[in-house]
């Protein structure tokens, strides 16, 4: 547990989060406007988003499926009734004055997340809810000196919002909460989980209490943070900035505070933004959502395996360590490409090539697994070659080194370049013979009871046969002959 | 439950209307009487019902399929914009 330490003694982060992810759909919650990403100004807006007069509401049923999906994977209750209530605001970016929200009766009710934490830990975060919105748009303030510009094209974008209880402790908590939610909404394609380009946006409500206090310190909520990273910039802040305050004899404030990115602070909204007082009520447009038990449950049967369930198969079918399994679930891409390195081959090998050699080659490139120039299968190729002794797990990152840049199968580049691993006693006996003769001062030494020379032999050998001898059987071998 | 003028100023303030001192008293007589002819719903026993969100039967219909089917017409969107440049609406600045 991360305790901030005051100048009168430790606190405790108590912190809550409420992220926002757009829906994948194609047209928006309301209209059969696109929710594509960008697009020219005002060409994504129906007369639906633009609140013009008359115009109905009509609910995407792929989008109600998504939250359901979303809902059975963060293992929630779904409400079979749900309902949709107008919050009440005046802004720009709101044409109708009032976003269509779900209040009372959300669609999606209590469930949990399992967050991954350092050195294998693992902790148990409760979601209090999960419900369907619609997206405002966009104010631009910095096109004109005197004027904000307004495209509405995100105005009606379908939005889940999931709010958690206050369950994190610190930063780091808050940092692999956001992770998951991000992997599981990947895993079941509901939502892209694209911070920058705003397809996930959090908030984070967060506040401090004296270890070992139970009831709840003043919060406040911070907006606009875009990133994991900053998230975790953000609450150090804010948790530095509140235990200042109590410490020094002062109150909270409950209030709406703005994360300033190039200042790495957080500051308070001026009040009069966020003088809210919603007055929700149930939107007279929209009848009671209503959902059929049966199609939940054949939303459930068509769950992919999500990340949690993968990392214990993967810990199970695979050997791994739960370290090495949590890397390769974290993204689908990654966890799709272990299996196919790994399928009928050794899993911990193919683990340790994946996390230590391609990973690392592919983040010096800039390339995602995606863009992998080695191929699950060619990667495979190399892992069985060192499995069966062709190759020695030295001249391997060599020829690892060779199918990145030539994009050859590992197979065929052993054979061009002969790199093939001896594994004949007599030749490895010749060779050894060589090197013994040629050194006859240090076997000398060695059998004087200078040990430490056996690791000069085995480089003076491997020097001579460019690294093909197999290591093990080089060992023995040297091993008897220098007794003599 | 009655309107008095603070609650007139409160409500005019969140719905962004001036609503000048002098007819503020007016307002709130207006407002009590809405609320006492919406009152007369008291007067039915709704024990052991269960409070609705809609007064209508059914649930709610859906769009079937996912895909685009409006939009690209900004010119529509924007026919009757008071103030907009190119395909934007303009409002006065917001400072944030």
Same mark, same amino acid.
């Given at each position: 547990?991360?305790?901030?330490?005051?100048?009168?003694?430790?606190?405790? !982060?108590?912190?809550?989060?409420?992220?926002?992810?757009?829906?994948?759909?194609?047209? %928006?919650?309301?209209?059969? &406007?696109?929710?594509?990403?960008?697009?020219?100004?005002?060409?994504?807006?129906?007369? $639906?988003?633009?609140?013009?007069?008359? !115009?109905?509401?009509?609910?995407?049923?792929?989008?109600?499926?998504?939250?359901? @999906?979303?809902?059975?994977?963060?293992?929630?209750?779904?409400?079979?009734?749900?309902?949709?209530?107008?919050?009440?605001? +005046?802004?720009?970016?709101?044409?109708?004055?009032?976003?269509?929200?779900?209040?009372?009766?959300?669609?999606?009710?209590?469930?949990?997340?399992?967050?991954?934490?350092?050195?294998?830990?693992?902790?148990?975060?409760?979601?209090?809810?999960?419900?369907?919105?619609?997206?405002?748009?966009?104010?631009?303030?910095?096109?004109?000196?005197?004027?904000?510009?307004?495209?509405?094209? @995100?105005?009606?974008?379908?939005? !889940?919002?999931?709010?958690?209880?206050?369950?994190?402790?610190?930063?780091?908590?808050? &940092?692999?909460?956001?992770?998951?939610?991000?992997?599981?909404?990947?895993?079941?394609?509901?939502?892209?989980?694209?911070?920058?380009?705003?397809?996930?946006?959090?908030?984070?409500?967060?506040?401090?209490?004296?270890?070992?206090? /139970?009831?709840?310190?003043?919060?406040? /909520?911070?907006?606009? $943070?875009?990133?994991?990273?900053?998230?975790?910039?953000?609450?150090?802040?804010?948790?530095? @900035?509140?235990?200042?305050?109590?410490?020094?004899?002062?109150?909270?404030?409950?209030?709406?505070?703005?994360?300033?990115?190039?200042?790495?602070?957080? @500051?308070? !909204?001026?009040? %009069?933004?966020?003088?809210?007082?919603?007055?929700?009520?149930?939107?007279?447009?929209?009848?009671?959502?209503?959902?059929? &038990? &049966?199609?939940?449950?054949?939303? %459930?049967?068509?769950?992919?395996?999500?990340?949690?369930?993968?990392?214990?198969?993967?810990?199970?079918?695979?050997?791994?360590?739960?370290?090495?399994?949590?890397?390769?679930?974290?993204?689908?891409?990654?966890?799709?490409? +272990?299996?196919?390195?790994?399928?009928?081959?050794?899993?911990?090998?193919?683990?340790?090539?994946?996390?230590?050699?391609?990973?690392?080659?592919?983040?010096?490139?800039?390339?995602?697994? /995606?863009?992998?120039?080695?191929?699950?299968?060619?990667?495979?190729?190399?892992?069985?070659?060192?499995?069966?002794?062709?190759?020695?797990?030295?001249?391997?990152?060599?020829?690892?080194?060779?199918?990145?840049?030539?994009?050859?199968?590992?197979?065929?580049?052993?054979? /061009?370049? =002969?790199?093939?691993?001896?594994?004949?006693?007599?030749?490895?006996?010749?060779?050894?013979?060589?090197?013994?003769?040629?050194?006859?001062?240090?076997?000398?030494?060695?059998?004087?009871?200078?040990?430490?020379?056996?690791?000069?032999? $085995? =480089?003076? $050998?491997?020097?001579?046969?460019?690294?093909?001898?197999?290591?093990?059987?080089?060992?023995?071998?040297?091993?008897?002959?220098?007794?003599? | 439950?009655?309107? #008095?003028?603070?609650?007139?100023?409160?409500? *005019?303030?969140?719905?962004?209307?001036?609503?000048?001192?002098?007819?503020?008293?007016?307002? *709130?007589?207006?407002?009590?009487?809405?609320?006492?002819?919406?009152?007369?719903? #008291?007067?039915?026993?709704?024990?052991?019902?269960?409070?609705? *969100?809609?007064?209508?039967?059914?649930?709610?219909?859906?769009?079937?399929? #996912?895909?685009?089917?409006?939009?690209?017409?900004?010119?529509?969107?924007?026919?009757?914009?008071?103030?907009?440049? *190119?395909?934007?609406?303009?409002?006065?600045?917001?400072?944030?």
């Amino acid at each position: 547990m991360a305790y901030v330490q005051g100048q009168t003694g430790e606190w405790e !982060m108590v912190i809550g989060l409420e992220v926002h992810a757009q829906v994948t759909s194609q047209a %928006k919650l309301f209209s059969g &406007a696109s929710a594509a990403f960008g697009g020219a100004p005002n060409a994504h807006v129906s007369l $639906v988003d633009a609140g013009f007069p008359g !115009m109905l509401p009509v609910i995407n049923k792929y989008c109600v499926e998504q939250a359901v @999906r979303t809902g059975l994977g963060l293992k929630a209750q779904i409400n079979l009734t749900s309902v949709f209530d107008r919050k009440n605001y +005046f802004y720009a970016d709101l044409p109708n004055g009032y976003q269509i929200s779900q209040f009372t009766q959300p669609i999606v009710g209590k469930g949990e997340i399992i967050l991954d934490l350092e050195g294998g830990k693992s902790r148990t975060v409760g979601i209090t809810r999960l419900h369907l919105e619609q997206d405002a748009g966009k104010s631009m303030h910095d096109q004109s000196p005197t004027e904000t510009f307004v495209d509405l094209n @995100r105005a009606g974008v379908a939005l !889940m919002e999931v709010v958690s209880e206050p369950d994190m402790r610190s930063g780091e908590e808050a &940092a692999a909460y956001l992770k998951k939610l991000r992997a599981i909404v990947r895993y079941l394609g509901s939502c892209d989980g694209n911070m920058e380009e705003g397809s996930m946006r959090c908030d984070v409500n967060i506040s401090m209490r004296r270890v070992g206090v /139970e009831t709840l310190g003043t919060r406040c /909520e911070i907006k606009n $943070v875009n990133s994991i990273r900053f998230v975790m910039q953000a609450i150090d802040y804010e948790a530095q @900035r509140q235990v200042e305050i109590l410490e020094g004899g002062g109150e909270i404030k409950q209030e709406t505070r703005l994360w300033d990115t190039g200042k790495g602070i957080t @500051r308070a !909204m001026r009040s %009069k933004e966020e003088a809210h007082d919603y007055r929700y009520f149930p939107d007279p447009d929209l009848l009671p959502l209503v959902l059929d &038990a &049966a199609w939940v449950e054949d939303i %459930k049967k068509t769950l992919p395996e999500l990340p949690d369930e993968k990392k214990q198969r993967f810990i199970s079918q695979y050997g791994l360590t739960d370290y090495d399994a949590s890397v390769l679930v974290a993204e689908k891409a990654s966890a799709d490409f +272990f299996e196919t390195v790994a399928k009928g081959r050794d899993g911990k090998l193919a683990a340790n090539w994946l996390t230590s050699e391609l990973f690392g080659a592919l983040n010096k490139m800039g390339k995602s697994i /995606e863009e992998s120039p080695i191929s699950g299968a060619a990667l495979g190729g190399l892992i069985e070659l060192i499995s069966n002794d062709t190759i020695s797990g030295r001249i391997a990152k060599d020829v690892f080194a060779e199918m990145l840049a030539s994009g050859k199968p590992a197979a065929q580049i052993v054979e /061009e370049k =002969g790199l093939r691993q001896v594994t004949d006693m007599g030749a490895i006996g010749a060779e050894i013979d060589k090197i013994l003769a040629a050194n006859a001062d240090k076997v000398a030494e060695y059998r004087a009871g200078k040990d430490k020379l056996f690791g000069f032999f $085995v =480089g003076q $050998v491997m020097k001579a046969t460019g690294g093909k001898l197999n290591p093990a059987m080089l060992n023995d071998t040297l091993k008897e002959k220098l007794k003599g | 439950m009655t309107i #008095d003028i603070n609650t007139v100023v409160k409500i *005019a303030h969140l719905a962004h209307l001036k609503i000048p001192p002098q007819q503020q008293q007016s307002v *709130a007589g207006d407002l009590n009487k809405i609320l006492a002819w919406v009152g007369q719903l #008291d007067e039915v026993n709704v024990e052991g019902v269960e409070p609705l *969100a809609n007064v209508n039967d059914g649930s709610l219909g859906w769009r079937e399929q #996912d895909v685009v089917t409006d939009g690209d017409k900004p010119q529509d969107i924007l026919a009757n914009a008071p103030s907009k440049t *190119a395909d934007f609406f303009t409002v006065p600045k917001v400072v944030e």
